[in-house]
């Protein structure tokens, strides 16, 4: 019926186009008035069509099975199992464990009634046991748990290792041997303030030195599981193609070394452009960053709650956060159509300059020596601080913004009783064997300023 509905219709160049905005423009230049520059040097133009889709490749993933994920610190074993069974009754399909010690930790304990058979867990854990690691391994039916210890990512934020070089990746590849997996966790690049490219290359270079270093034989190369981490800003359409970038780089990486290139994406809110003052806005925020996770292609998308920085973990909060992705998910059918960015004109094109600049970057690093050679000389911290001042100066000019913050902000606004928690960046002079990576939110300077104001005032009065 509609075969040549278009017929009578003649295609539109991009040359057409672009003639046709610049005789709009009553003179004004085309590049001066419509184009912008991202942070990531991508050039942003007003249209995109099919001269765009230079190189496109179909998503891999299956943006449609993404999992509620719910994440639960563990500081004592049984309540910390009550929680999650509790949050799967509430809707969460996949558990994300931060273990920080195995001091009074039983994983038998931890995964009690929790059918592992329908539910996803992940083990985050901040310590380095092999005794703990066979323990999980051991578990009947553990097919669905996955672990994720990342020494690279912990020497980049303490500045230290566990032990030493030498001891943590002998322990590392020790624990790897059963579990099969590497996990990226790339966080920390993002709140600390790195541009997207930044990201797309330290994930890339951070999971080379790992294969590097590991022993993987022909016969287990297909069961490498290999997990990244990745917190998701508020750059819409950037962060979308972000995570699609990332999966193109993967690709590519393990197809160098003969392995499974299939990689798992956990997403989490970023904390860097959350606020103190006005604090529910971070609850919108948070929402658009969960929907571009899902339309990237996470596996996993764990919510960050609205309180996250001042409150410790509450019911309430969790709640809520947890809500925001089930609405998502059977309210506002994010789980029906499969890869609905694929052939989007903008998000492919994005993609490609993000993916492209992104392996310039990183072997640009592994040139001059890698990542962890990077890391010891400072390099890396240097090029993410560069960044970090960069959007902080545009924060302070009001180029970059948080409403409720540095525009429309409300001065009736009171928070120095809701603080549970200190949410500004904190300082201990220690000894570190290189300078760790700090995350920090944009907000801090103009809250702390708030903060100070508020408690003034009362003394006043």
Not at 112 to 130: M, P, Q, R
Not at 136 to 145: D, E, F, H, K, S
Not at 427 to 452: D, M, S, Y
């Amino acid at each position: 019926m509609t075969k040549g509905l278009f017929d009578g219709f003649d295609s539109v160049s991009t040359k057409q186009w672009k003639q046709k905005i610049q005789f709009d423009l009553n003179g004004a230049d085309f590049n001066d008035t419509l184009i912008w520059n991202s942070n990531e040097d991508i050039a942003i133009k007003p249209f995109y069509n099919a001269d765009d889709l230079k190189n496109h490749t179909p998503s891999t993933s299956n943006s449609s099975t993404w999992k509620i994920g719910q994440t639960i610190f563990v500081a004592h074993t049984e309540k910390s199992n009550l929680k999650a069974v509790d949050a799967i009754k509430r809707g969460a399909e996949h558990i994300h464990f931060i273990i920080p010690s195995e001091e009074n930790i039983s994983i038998e304990h931890l995964m009690k009634n929790i059918d592992t058979e329908c539910i996803s867990i992940h083990l985050e854990l901040h310590f380095l046991s092999v005794a703990f690691i066979n323990s999980v391994v051991a578990l009947p039916g553990q097919t669905n748990i996955s672990m994720a210890i990342d020494i690279i990512g912990n020497l980049a934020k303490t500045g230290n290792w566990h032990t030493n070089l030498s001891d943590d990746f002998t322990k590392f590849e020790t624990c790897f041997q059963p579990s099969k997996s590497i996990s990226i966790n790339t966080s920390l690049y993002q709140n600390a303030g790195a541009n997207m490219v930044q990201q797309l290359a330290y994930a890339l270079a951070h999971a080379n030195e790992y294969l590097n270093h590991l022993k993987i034989s022909p016969e287990s190369s297909n069961a490498i599981k290999t997990m990244f981490t990745v917190s998701v800003g508020s750059n819409y359409f950037f962060e979308i193609a972000k995570l699609r970038a990332l999966r193109l780089l993967w690709n590519t990486l393990a197809s160098e070394y003969n392995i499974n290139t299939d990689c798992y994406i956990t997403a989490i809110p970023t904390k860097r452009n959350k606020t103190l003052y006005d604090y529910n806005t971070n609850m919108l925020r948070t929402t658009t960053e969960c929907m571009s996770a899902i339309l990237g292609g996470a596996n996993h998308v764990c919510n960050l709650p609205y309180d996250a920085i001042y409150h410790k973990d509450n019911e309430f909060g969790e709640r809520i956060a947890r809500n925001q992705l089930l609405i998502l998910k059977h309210e506002s059918y994010f789980d029906k159509v499969n890869n609905a960015t694929d052939g989007a004109y903008y998000i492919e094109s994005l993609t490609e300059q993000l993916a492209e600049k992104a392996l310039e970057l990183f072997k640009d690093i592994e040139r001059n020596g890698g990542f962890l050679n990077q890391l010891k000389s400072g390099t890396i911290q240097r090029k993410i601080k560069e960044n970090a001042v960069k959007e902080q100066d545009q924060f302070n000019k009001g180029e970059r913004i948080l409403l409720g913050t540095n525009k429309h902000s409300n001065p009736n606004d009171k928070m120095a009783e809701q603080l549970e928690l200190y949410p500004f960046v904190k300082t201990n002079k220690r000894k570190t064997l290189i300078v760790p990576i700090i995350e920090k939110r944009l907000a801090e300077q103009v809250e702390q300023t708030r903060l100070k104001n508020e408690k003034q005032n009362e003394i006043d009065i």
